[in-house]
């Protein structure tokens, strides 16, 4: 392999210096941007692009395939880009695509995906706190925050502005929509639809809806109540998924409703439901939104 140590291809100027330690070792066909910090013993192979304004703390790896946006900080250990845990993965050239602005803590793994030309993303202004997993094909949307530990299973897709607790363990194929929040060490085998939270330590269960995260995200007191109703419909009615979603269209067919039905009428695994004991009190009948 050729290497060039403390060397990159970025153009150096006065107010652009591309800081790289000498001890780190670069491949000569990497794509360094301006004023970015590589840290010491971290390895960088060939066909990867770091972003202008990148930081990279001590023993980072950034392994074939993978980008960076700019403005991202990584810290000690992470590795980035390396092989999929995936038998079936042949060797084909496939991608890890990381935006712009995130953090990525220590010691996490980002792994590249499966099939030929398939990428696993990770959306801009993320951040990943320590020892953080995301399998191959994982694609996470913007501003997503993975808490310590959490361990995303291949081809699970997190929506936008979505929190996922400490420890959470997320199953392959699934689905977490917008702005949901996933309970700490609670595990997860079928969809979380938008807005929605889960009990820490639970399995496969619905809590509440994400009021804050909302609230925080800007929406308003109209589109809130809209979610609320919805809410309502889909677990406090005693109907089933098709006739819940079939409601929601009827009675809610705009806005951040609508997307609650469209998510759980696209479901393949389910959709997390209260538990039993709780069922009562998510909404009584008398509560039905079309009344």
């Not at 501003?143 to 997190?158: E, F, H, S, T």
């Amino acid at each position: 392999m050729v290497v060039a140590r403390g060397h990159c291809d970025a153009t150096k100027t006065k107010e652009n210096v591309t800081d790289i330690h000498p001890s780190a070792v670069v491949h000569a066909g990497a794509k360094i941007g301006r004023d970015v910090t590589i840290g010491p013993y971290c390895t960088i192979e060939e066909d990867v692009r770091i972003g202008d304004g990148c930081r990279l703390g001590p023993r980072v790896s950034v392994m074939r395939y993978t980008t960076l946006g700019d403005g991202c900080v990584v810290h000690a250990n992470a590795v980035l880009g390396d092989l999929p845990q995936d038998l079936s993965f042949a060797g084909a050239v496939s991608f890890v695509q990381i935006g712009e602005q995130c953090t990525i803590r220590e010691g996490v793994t980002v792994q590249r995906g499966t099939a030929a030309d398939s990428t696993t993303v990770v959306g801009d202004n993320c951040y990943l706190m320590a020892y953080a997993h995301c399998a191959h094909n994982v694609k996470l949307g913007t501003r997503v925050i993975l808490v310590n530990n959490v361990m995303l299973a291949g081809y699970v897709d997190i929506g936008d502005g979505t929190f996922v607790g400490g420890g959470a363990g997320i199953h392959q194929f699934c689905r977490v929509g917008r702005l949901a929040m996933i309970g700490g060490n609670s595990s997860l085998s079928v969809d979380v639809p938008p807005f929605m939270t889960t009990h820490s330590g639970g399995y496969n269960d619905v809590a509440a809806l994400n009021v804050v995260g909302m609230r925080r995200a800007g929406m308003g007191g109209d589109e809130r109540k809209a979610v609320k109703q919805a809410f309502s419909v889909l677990y406090g009615l005693g109907l089933n998924r098709q006739e819940a979603v079939q409601r929601i269209r009827q009675r809610l067919p705009s806005g951040p409703a609508q997307e609650i039905a469209e998510f759980v009428a696209s479901t393949k695994r389910g959709i997390c439901r209260p538990k039993r004991m709780e069922v009562s009190s998510v909404s009584a009948p008398s509560e039905d939104p079309e009344r």
